[in-house]
C-alpha cells in the first residue's frame, strides 16, 4: 500500500465490547478505517473472502474455531492481508506460534491504543510486529533449537489443550468450548502426554506452571 493510502482495516473477536471498543480507537484515527467485523472464526474467513482490506485483527480465542486455524486459512485466502492477532494470553504462550503460522504480529490486549495504531501502520507497511520480550524469546530459540521444550513439539491443538487442562478445565468443559467432541479432546489429551512424557492431568498441570505457561 502507498504512504498515504488509509489503512483498511477487518476486526475478528467474539466480545462484542471489545469490537466496539477497537471501532472506537480506529475511527478516532484519521489514516484507518475499519472495513468490517466478524463474531466468530468461520464469519472471519468468509468476511477476508469478500471485503478486500489491508490488515485483519485476530482474535486468538474463538468461539467456533482456534485462532491459528483461522489464521492459517486467512493466509490461505489471503496471503498479502497482514494479520495481526491480538490476545489476552502472554507472549511466550501464543506469539511464536501465530508468527510460525503466518501473523504479521502479535499483540497483547492490554496494550495502549498508541500501541496498537502504531502496530497497525507497522505490518500494513509490510513489516513484523514484535515486542521486545518476544523478540528475545525468538532468538532464544533460533540459537537452542536443539533444547526444544517439550510443549512446542505440540500441534496447535495439542497445545491449547494443555493450556485449558492445566487451567483446571475437563475434557467436558473443552469440548463444550471448542464445539468438538469429548473423544476429540480425549484423543488430544492422550497424544500430549505420550509426546511430553505425563502420566496425568497433575503432572501436566504441574509442568504448565513450572514452566509459566497458565499463572
Do not use: C, F, W
Not at 486459512?73 to 492477532?85: F, Q, S, T
Request: no cysteine; proline share 3%.
Amino acid at each position: 500500500m502507498t504512504a498515504k493510502e488509509t489503512i483498511k482495516v477487518l476486526i475478528a473477536d467474539d466480545h462484542a465490547i471489545v469490537r466496539e471498543g477497537l471501532k472506537q480507537i480506529l475511527a478516532d484515527t484519521r489514516d484507518m478505517v475499519v472495513a468490517g467485523a466478524a463474531e466468530n472464526g468461520n464469519d472471519a474467513v468468509k468476511l477476508v473472502r469478500s471485503v478486500d482490506a489491508h490488515v485483519l485483527l485476530l482474535d486468538i480465542s474463538m468461539p467456533d474455531k482456534n485462532g491459528i486455524e483461522v489464521l492459517k486459512l486467512v493466509k490461505k485466502d489471503a496471503p498479502r492481508l497482514a494479520v495481526l492477532v491480538l490476545s489476552m494470553h502472554r507472549e511466550d504462550q501464543y506469539a511464536v506460534r501465530s508468527l510460525k503460522a503466518g501473523a504479521a504480529g502479535y499483540l497483547n490486549k492490554q496494550s495502549a491504543p498508541a500501541e496498537l495504531v502504531d502496530a497497525i501502520r507497522q505490518v500494513a507497511s509490510g513489516r513484523k510486529y514484535i515486542s521486545p520480550a518476544l523478540a528475545q524469546e525468538l532468538a532464544n530459540q533460533i540459537g537452542d533449537e536443539r533444547n526444544v521444550p517439550p510443549h512446542e513439539t505440540l500441534s496447535d491443538r495439542e497445545y491449547q489443550t494443555l493450556i485449558m487442562i492445566a487451567s483446571g478445565k475437563t475434557v467436558s468443559d473443552i469440548a463444550l468450548e471448542l464445539s468438538l467432541s469429548v473423544k476429540t479432546i480425549s484423543m488430544y489429551r492422550t497424544r500430549l502426554l505420550q509426546k511430553m512424557k505425563l502420566r496425568h492431568n497433575a503432572e501436566l498441570t504441574h509442568y504448565a506452571i513450572k514452566n509459566h505457561l497458565v499463572e
